[in-house]
């Protein structure tokens, strides 16, 4: 009996100090989840007393000391007191995020009057725009259209157009080599051999594209563009070639601008004449675009030599022919008043969106 009294006065005393630590535990929990001002801070507290490795659990811990009787009371204090504290973590959880909901909501303002921010425009490569001008006009002149492969044999960039192997007049035109038999061809004359080989005449051909020449200062790129025009007939002399130039410069330029032919020298022509435009910019009165001469060069033409028909099967005795090869930079160059040829391959959107359309 003794012994029982004395056990009940313990268990009392134990089950005393549980309930004031836990009521400790409780009241300081409350404070603190009532002060806290985010539901982040809120969450944090909430972790520190009924998580895992929280305050509770460690008042839970004590317990295990306590006998078989006294643990279901200590138990149910424990349980009582995590779950006002949990109802009372609900409803200031809610307070707080619809408070922060608010805040929210009055910072974010949202006018949906506003004028969108506009998507840039691309625009067309002043390099594409002349490409594309030049083939029309060529088009309207009764030229079809051909283009070829950028590694081109050396046969067809050099040898059928009269150039042999180890020939001086390589040197007009450095390239970079593939390998022993092809290259990145230099013009788009190749164009020529393909044409004559795969086609039958009378023919009138335009062939646009990008060209390789190993020589880079301020007015050479290794990389430009030419478009190569080919005319094969019987009977085409100087004075059709001429009369085609003339007509398509007048209509790429504006009528009024006269054209020059300066006796020149090409493997695959003969004759062969260098082509002059009068300035676009200064109408021919000199000026710092065409170093005050009045005339700018816009490329290489001449009567296709009879080698080169020859060579791929045309007999130079039945047909003639001539053939033109400009620079489509050097046009460009010229057509917009452009004074320096890098900024075609520099990609700076203010010169390019000058040529938008
Ligand atoms: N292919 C020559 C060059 O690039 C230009 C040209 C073409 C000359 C056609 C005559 C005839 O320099």
Redesign the pocket.
């Known amino acids: 009996m003794t012994l029982y009294l004395r056990k009940t006065s313990k268990s009392l005393n134990i089950s005393l100090m549980l309930q004031a630590k836990i009521d400790s535990i409780r009241s300081e929990a409350e404070s603190a989840f009532q002060a806290a001002s985010t539901s982040r801070d809120l969450y944090e507290l909430k972790v520190k007393f009924l998580g895992k490795t929280g305050s509770f659990q460690a008042v839970m811990k004590e317990m295990a000391s306590l006998s078989v009787a006294e643990k279901p009371l200590a138990g149910k204090l424990v349980n009582e007191a995590k779950q006002a504290l949990e109802a009372l973590y609900q409803s200031c959880e809610s307070a707080l995020k619809t408070r922060e909901l608010e805040e929210k909501l009055k910072s974010e303002v949202l006018d949906l009057t506003l004028p969108g921010v506009p998507a840039g425009r691309g625009a067309q490569h002043p390099v594409s725009l002349v490409t594309e001008e030049i083939s029309m006009i060529l088009s309207r002149m009764g030229y079809s259209i051909r283009t070829g492969p950028l590694v081109e044999t050396d046969r067809n960039n050099f040898e059928g157009?009269n150039v042999p192997k180890d020939h001086p007049a390589r040197d007009?035109?450095d390239t970079f080599y593939i390998d022993e038999t092809h290259v990145l061809r230099?013009?788009?004359?190749p164009i020529?051999v393909r044409t004559f080989e795969n086609e039958k005449p009378p023919l009138r051909i335009a062939a646009p594209g990008s060209?390789f020449r190993s020589d880079s200062d301020v007015s050479h790129s290794p990389n430009f563009h030419?478009i190569?025009?080919?005319c094969v007939d019987r009977k085409v002399s100087m004075a059709e070639l001429k009369g085609t130039i003339t007509y398509f410069v007048g209509e790429f330029f504006g009528k009024g601008l006269k054209t020059r032919f300066r006796p020149?020298f090409?493997p695959?022509?003969e004759p062969?004449a260098e082509v002059d435009c009068q300035c676009a910019v200064c109408k021919g009165k000199g000026c710092r675009m065409c170093s005050d001469t009045g005339w700018v060069e816009i490329?290489?033409?001449?009567l296709?030599h009879p080698n080169v028909l020859s060579y791929s099967g045309l007999d130079p005795k039945e047909w003639q022919g001539?053939?033109?090869?400009?620079?489509i930079e050097r046009m460009a160059i010229i057509k917009y008043g452009i004074d320096d040829i890098r900024l075609f391959s520099e990609n700076n959107v203010r010169f390019l969106e000058q040529f938008s359309v």
């Open positions: 157009l007009m035109q230099t013009h788009t004359s020529q060209v030419q190569e025009g080919i020149s090409f695959f022509t062969s490329g290489g033409s001449g296709i001539f053939a033109f090869g400009f620079g």
